[in-house]
């Protein structure tokens, strides 16, 4: 008789046991696919089609995805490009982290996901990421780098645009790294990071003119969004046309 009692109360604690593991995967499958929705409704996926689970191991995609994050919580009307592809005078292709427009003209973004100490000047070609003195790295001058970016979308903007535009150079680093000495006189251009970009971003747009109409924003995007599509093919080859240069 007792046996009977004990597995009686074994079968129920495990019918319990079963019922409450069911209920988490069921929870647990509907919190994953709300989020997944979520995402799929969101401006960052249907800019870049790209997850944030996707690209959380990228080297540079997490800083990207934040950064757009930011600029989209922004009030005044406004389109974000991630990932544009554009081409020089010499045909050589350039790739714009992110742009952003809006009525005060358009903000060109390069994102540095770096950690570490950063030192930099704006003669110098290439700026230092130090950890240690036997741990730094090197990588090539983003002012210089994202001033390539800006004459680029000047060249495309001149072939559509019978107004003025004005582009603006915003680099932003992580929040994990630390500018220690960064020298620079560039006019319109402002070295920043992650946590900085709101605050700076809202101070630029309240002392600057209103240039675009909403009409002329989604006709800039419109113009843009075309050089955001491009194949794996050529992304390769503007990655070792890259490294050809910078070599």
């Known amino acids: 008789m007792e046996s009977i009692i004990i597995y009686t109360l074994l079968a129920i604690v495990l019918i319990c046991v079963c019922y409450l593991f069911n209920r988490e995967l069921k929870y647990e499958k509907l919190k994953y696919l709300t989020n997944k929705q979520k995402e799929l409704d969101s401006n960052y996926f249907n800019e870049t089609k790209n997850f ?10 997490p800083l990207e995805y934040y950064i757009f994050q930011t600029l989209d919580k922004n009030e005044n009307y406004h389109k974000i ?7 020089d005078q ?7 982290d992110i742009i952003f427009i809006t009525t005060t ?15 930099g000047n704006q003669q110098y070609r290439y700026w230092t990421q130090f950890f240690n003195k036997n741990s730094k790295y090197h990588f090539f001058n983003p002012i210089w780098q994202n001033k390539k970016h800006l004459e680029c979308l000047n060249l495309l903007l001149n072939q559509f645009l019978t107004t003025n535009h004005r582009l603006s150079s915003y680099i932003v680093f992580s929040n994990h790294c630390t500018l220690k000495e960064i020298r620079h006189t560039e006019q ?3 070295i920043m990071q992650l946590k900085d970009l709101e605050t700076i971003i809202n101070v630029d747009i309240i002392n600057s003119p ?3 109409t909403k009409q002329q924003i989604d006709d800039i995007y419109q113009q843009l969004k ?3 599509c491009v194949s794996k093919t050529e992304k390769i080859n503007h990655i070792t046309q890259l490294e050809k240069n910078h070599s």
């Open 105 to 119: 003209g358009l903000y060109v973004i390069e994102s540095k996901n770096f950690h570490g100490f950063i030192y």
């Open 52 to 61: 944030k689970t996707d690209i959380i191991n990228d080297t540079g995609a």
């Open 226 to 228: 075309k050089y955001s």
């Open 81 to 87: 490009i991630a990932n544009c592809y554009l081409k």
């Open 188 to 190: 319109n251009c402002i």
């Open 90 to 96: 010499k045909q050589n292709t350039c790739e714009i």
């Open 210 to 212: 209103i240039i675009y």
